[in-house]
């Protein structure tokens, strides 16, 4: 007999690799947060003595899903100003309130609110883009939450850097450093889009990217309006700009992509551009439907995110995941596109590929960090069940997310959070839905 | 002091008729099943002496949500064949299942599952389509569930009936007359689709379907493959050949309507025909995106349905209301569509005229039917609450529906079925699941 520290069996497991097979009957072993093992409980009884041993019937274990995109600290704006198309909603509503309300308290507050919710519905690591980065990444260490952080970068002052060169020199201080080997904490720098940042700046941050070897997050082709204002700022498509700066390749991911022509495909396979796909944003500010079965038959890799609860407004990933699927059926007008096997894949491992961090993450694997997710099957809404992973795409809620591990440490049991303080986070939220509900000159558009 | 049977309080109340403003703090009285009141808490404390007081502080009581298309008996299909085409999943997987599996037991087993699954999201009236309407009607009446049930009217013969004449007089023996004045049930008549009803038979229902007085629900322009064989086969479109029949009218609900014209737009707009409009089925089979904002532009009648689990695969009407609403937005290429109160009525009361049931429900009128919802807030993923209205269409998940009442019947409480035994719909639905998945020659394609 082996020690293990602990050893899960559900009654079904579905790795993603080496294969989105659904496997029947499975256990993984875990040992200092990785996976160790994943065998056939009836061999994992024999060979394993586990400190703690889970068992799920009834449920299916899948790797943790991975949220390519979001502004965690903005969920403390969700719902504040709805119905509004993006340029509207940016200058009206929410950089408006942003002025106002952002400061370190509040990024705090709302980062772990996200936090809370993606946990509970089975996301595992989210990649962040928001001022005060360093705050997002002690809330996620503090949390141990697995995190990417994001560094903005932005052309005008805010409350936390007075330009763009600000924001550049520090994130590289207050982030990368710190963080450089935190099991947890990642990072990369998140120009915000291509109008808001100069040649210079982006000429800059090309530099230090490079010297600290980070990839580089940047909203891109969202909207039929950013493009149009780079055509008449520039005389360039910002994609265009964007690969004349040289900052079109593999360490680019390009956000949203919605709007591609069939050149801009091929040039982000051809350098290795990497797409965070925010379906229900994307539409809930009607930007369009992304060409996602087009980026998939280019071999373009493609991770799914929420982007943030104020225009999504959930951070729901099974949510996401499913409109993924529907939608791009719709959009290729081919049912057969997105089955439930690729969408799976895209809220895991394709994730984990999109932000460098699939050596680690996005698969039930030895040597892999153990982020884990339990989802019960048996709720009346998943049943029958006649193939487990379809049910996974096109059925389950979050009430169905029984446990989440990060990095073997269980969050979620029993589909409550074990050691973060909901109530106190409510509490928390409260106070800010006064201070920013209050403001006479804001509040619901 | 007055006697009610139930008066319930909430932090918010949206009664949707005559607005749909946000209520701060009002009470709903209940007496027969009926609401009788509705009104400031602190007036309802003082007017009303109840039989039971439900406090629901943190929620927000809307009406039912109304599901205008669904075939129930389906759900025992939920998953088993994904990713298919419409023609191969109706042709290659679901008419096979259907001709081996469908039978009396069958339709009352998959009905009560999809019941007991709406009741749980806060769907309180369901408009079904599927054979053994008398099965289907029963099992509602059985359970207290409001239902339209509609009789299928198919050419080819089936286990339930062997011509699309047979279907005629059954239905009008078994459904219409049985249930003519039952509180719960009511009736129309559900011809497939154009291509599998002959004019004959389109003429003989029409003449029935106007002595009866009942609506006809017929699947119509859902798919362009469905028009383009229409087309071969007749010379005309569907609808034009509907017309030509005499069957386009305000008795007329047409489910899915994807591919409309503009002419056909304005002749549903002139002639008064209703739109059930089911975006999850429709972009799960590839069939494309309703042109709902043009629909409602032309003030048509639009409801909303989950259409069958077998192509959805939820029952899942705040789901279904959430991707209508954000669907609206990308399909018109504005962000101001289909806003939240919009896609509250087209769940709730636009739902219930769709179905001719808008005297009595769709809305927290004093006089109409108790079919309530209560929502909780409280819930992590709809913090903070600046606008309860926003959070319901953009956030609500359905385990945050406390609290279900049909006609004044308290069928959810914290959550759970009062009435209906969970696990016993479990155990069959797992029997089932053996039966139809051990089939060789069908199961997951």
Redesign the interface.
Do not use: C, H
């Given at each position: 007999m082996q020690h293990c520290d602990i050893l899960i069996s559900a009654d079904w497991c579905i790795p993603v690799e080496p294969t989105t097979t659904v496997l029947d009957k499975h256990s993984v072993a875990i040992t200092d947060g990785r996976v160790i093992d994943l065998l056939p409980t009836d061999d994992a009884l024999r060979y394993y003595e586990p400190g703690a041993a889970i068992e799920r019937p009834g449920h299916v274990l899948i790797p943790g899903l991975v949220n390519t995109h979001t502004h965690a600290a903005m969920t403390?704006f969700?719902?504040?100003a709805?119905?509004?198309?993006?340029e509207r909603?940016l200058r009206e509503a929410i950089w408006p309130a942003e002025a106002q309300f952002v400061g370190p308290e509040m990024v705090r507050d709302g980062t772990r609110?996200a936090i809370?919710?993606m946990l509970?519905?089975g996301c595992t690591c989210f990649s962040d883009q928001y001022y005060y980065p360093e705050i997002v990444a002690e809330t996620a260490a503090d949390l141990q939450m697995r995190a990417m952080v994001g560094t903005p970068v932005i052309e005008f002052a805010t409350q936390w850097a007075a330009s763009a060169s600000d924001c550049l020199s520090k994130g590289a201080d207050l982030v990368h450093d710190r963080y450089a080997d935190h099991p947890l904490i990642s990072s990369c720098f998140a120009p915000h889009s291509a109008p808001t940042v100069s040649d210079a700046a982006f000429a800059e941050l090309r530099v230090i990217a490079d010297q600290l070897d980070k990839r580089i997050q940047i909203h891109l082709h969202e909207s039929v309006g950013e493009i149009t204002e780079s055509v008449k700022d520039t005389g360039k498509r910002p994609i265009e700009r964007l690969s004349e700066l040289g900052l079109v390749n593999a360490s680019l991911m390009a956000v949203h992509a919605v709007h591609l022509t069939g050149e801009e495909i091929t040039l982000f396979a051809d350098t290795g551009v990497v797409v965070a796909h925010c379906p229900?944003s994307?539409?809930?500010?009607?930007?369009?439907?992304a060409r996602i079965h087009d980026l998939l038959v280019a071999n373009i890799t493609v991770g799914l995110g929420t982007d943030s609860a104020a225009s999504?407004?959930?951070?729901?990933m099974p949510?996401e995941m499913r409109?993924a699927a529907?939608?791009s059926?719709?959009r290729?007008?081919?049912?057969?596109?997105l089955?439930?096997s690729a969408a799976l894949r895209m809220a895991t491992i394709e994730g984990a590929k999109t932000l460098g961090l699939d050596a680690d993450i996005g698969s039930i694997e030895a040597g892999k960090w153990a982020d884990l997710v339990c989802i019960d099957l048996?709720h009346?809404?998943s049943?029958?069940?006649?193939?487990p992973l379809?049910?996974i795409v096109?059925?389950v809620?979050?009430?169905q997310i029984s446990d989440v591990w990060v990095a073997g440490r269980h969050h979620i049991e029993n589909g409550r959070l074990m050691h973060i303080d909901?109530n106190e986070?409510?509490r928390r939220?409260?106070e800010?839905?006064e201070r920013?509900?209050q403001s006479t000159s804001l509040?619901?558009v």
């Open positions: 403390l969700r719902g504040f709805d119905d509004l198309p993006l909603w609110l809370a919710e509970l519905s229900r994307n539409l809930k500010l009607a930007d369009g439907i999504n407004n959930a951070i729901d949510g409109t529907l939608l059926k719709a290729s007008e081919d049912a057969t596109s089955p439930a048996m009346l809404n049943q029958p069940v006649y193939d379809s049910q096109y059925t809620l979050p009430q909901e986070i409510i939220t409260a800010w839905r920013i509900g509040g619901p």
